[in-house]
Structures are given as structure tokens and as C-alpha cells.
Nanobody, 122 residues
């Protein structure tokens, strides 16, 4: 069972950058596919990015070219580098892990962190 803790959120001006981290417990981190999702107030949870066990990546169209997901299995950590941030990126960002699934559907992921808030001012 994986426990996930996100960090790195905060308040940033439009056009700025943030780097989110998600630290996972356990010795089987390398066997999990990892995803980032976000949820803004009054909106549904949406897919942001995912990375497979061998480094395959997938991104939502809204963040392609601006966000980069990566993982460091030696540190049991997945990252989300966010550049050229926009006010519409404001949301609670959560990471998720799954041992069998790599993709964009949040309900397929087994383990979730509590999230870190990202606020982008205009």
C-alpha cells in the first residue's frame, strides 16, 4: 500500500513556475504508474499528467508544452514542473498511484495524496 504526500504548491503570478513533488512511502514505488490530477472549486477532478513505470508520459491538452512530469524512483518521488502558469491552472493538485493502470481516468488509480493548493494570480 502506498502513502502519498504532495508539496510545492503556493501562490504565483501568471507566467510563473512551480514544481510540485509527491513523495511515496514503501519499497515498491517503481512498480507504480503515477498521475497528477487537479480540482478547482465547483469543478470536476481532471487529469493533468501521468508517467508509467518505464517513463512513458501522457498530458492533458491544456498543459502540453507547459507542464512536465518526471519520476525519481531512487527517491520514491514524482514531480510536476509547471511553467507559464495561467489563472485557470488554479486548483488543488493531487498525485495518485496505481500498480496496474497508466492513464487519465482518475477512478482507475488506487492511492491518493491529500493534495497541494496552486493559486495563480492574474
Amino acid at each position: 500500500q502506498a502513502q502519498l504526500v504532495e508539496s510545492g504548491g503556493g501562490l504565483v503570478q501568471a507566467g510563473g513556475s512551480l514544481r510540485l513533488s509527491c513523495a511515496a512511502s514503501g519499497r515498491t514505488f517503481g512498480t507504480y504508474a503515477m498521475g497528477w490530477f487537479r480540482q478547482a472549486p465547483g469543478k470536476e477532478r481532471e487529469f493533468v499528467a501521468a508517467i508509467g513505470r518505464i517513463g512513458t508520459t501522457d498530458y492533458a491538452d491544456s498543459v502540453k508544452g507547459r507542464f512536465t512530469i518526471s519520476r525519481d524512483d531512487a527517491k520514491n518521488t514524482v514531480y510536476l514542473q509547471m511553467n507559464s502558469l495561467k489563472p485557470e491552472d488554479t486548483a488543488l493538485y493531487s498525485c495518485a498511484a496505481d500498480s496496474a493502470y497508466f492513464g487519465s481516468m482518475w477512478f482507475e488509480y488506487d492511492y491518493w495524496g491529500r493534495g497541494t493548493q496552486v493559486t495563480v494570480s492574474s
